[in-house]
């Protein structure tokens, strides 16, 4: 028995599968099946139960899973404490994101920190916000970045970024002209949305309600990629995060109209387990994610990343409509 294999077992677990932990772990998934098997075989039970899909946990599994856990986080906290007398952040930074902070807006994060910690492994995972929850609830991750975060006794939920809402319409829409609108204006309008299990759409519906407005939903959907798509075919207008259109917006597929007289913003937070203590590199990358973007690396890409995002933010950073 040794750390990687303990290592590869809690990541089965946590993905309930072999091939993706083997995929992971840069090994094929017969060799991980081996060692789990060889794990088994040394304690004479049954870890995993191989008849369901995903694969779950036996209760002696489950007791192991939780051990290794706690030991391999206390071998994290001992490495990590020897490391820091040598002025070296290394070891893993995992990180669950909800798809809608996409690459405009994690890409210079990312990068600078790899820039400042080449020794440090970020691990950057997409998923839908009840499986970033629970990812960081149950520890499979270090950091969750959410949409309107709920808040609960065991987690931490820290601001991130407030993101201005902006009403999107096709090129071709009767309010494409516009610049901006008052919000009554959006009474009786054909709105593409969110599906109502998702935190996003339960805080545009009470925004709706707040200003006395009624429109009609003639499409739902749980991802923001295919309400843009809808939008721009003509289904009807979106209520966005200007963050989340910015590309859309720069090659004219999609235009954008601030609310006149209405503040809404979709709210990011950054979600972490309170109990759980930090390694040197998830601090700083907690650290990195709180700082100004233009302050970052000036060479290349970079630059022009933090330069998008710092617009992408900026609640008066609308482009020009086009004529």
């Keep these: 028995m040794n750390l990687r294999d303990l ?31 060889a794990l088994e075989e040394q304690l004479g039970c049954e870890l995993l139960n191989r008849a369901v899909r995903p694969l779950e946990l036996t209760p002696e599994g489950k007791i192991y899973y939780d051990g290794c856990r706690e030991l391999l986080d206390d071998y994290r906290r001992l490495e990590d404490r020897i490391l820091q007398r040598r002025d070296k952040v290394v070891g893993p930074v995992r990180v669950a994101s909800i798809y809608s902070v996409g690459l405009l807006q994690m890409d210079c994060y990312v990068k600078e920190f790899e820039r400042l910690y080449p020794d440090a492994a970020l691990d950057l ?25 709920p808040r609960r006794a065991d987690l931490i939920c820290e601001t991130w970024q407030d993101q201005p809402i902006v009403v999107v319409v096709a090129p071709q829409h ?22 109502s299990e998702l935190r996003m759409r339960q ?8 200003a006395k407005v009624s429109v009609n939903v003639v ?12 939008v721009e075919v003509g289904s009807g207008i979106g209520l966005l995060p200007i963050a989340t259109v910015r590309r859309e917006l720069e090659i004219g597929t999609l235009i954008a109209l ?13 979600v972490y387990k309170r109990t759980k203590p930090f390694t040197t590199a998830i601090s700083r990358f907690l650290e990195l994610l709180h700082q100004d973007p233009e302050t970052f690396s000036k060479s290349g890409t970079l630059h022009d990343a933090a330069g998008s995002l710092a617009q992408a933010t900026d609640a008066t950073a609308l482009p020009s409509v086009p004529k």
Excluded at 177 to 192: I, P, T
């Design 219 to 230: 499409h739902a959907f749980d991802n923001i990629e295919n309400i843009k798509r809808a």
């Design 258 to 270: 601030e609310l006149e007289d209405v503040v809404w913003v979709r709210r990011l937070d950054i």
């Design 125 to 149: 995972q997409y998923l839908h916000p009840e499986e970033v929850l629970a990812r960081v609830a149950n520890e499979e991750v270090d950091l969750g970045l959410m949409s309107f975060a």
């Design 203 to 210: 805080e545009i519906d009470r925004w709706l309600k707040q």
């Design 174 to 195: 009767r309010l494409a002209g516009r610049k901006s609108l008052r919000v009554s204006e959006l009474d009786g309008e054909s709105l593409v949305g969110f599906t």
């Design 7 to 37: 290592e590869l077992f809690c990541e089965i677990a946590s993905l309930g599968s072999f091939s993706k932990a083997a995929k992971a772990h840069g090994i094929s998934q017969p060799a991980a099946s081996e060692i789990v098997k």
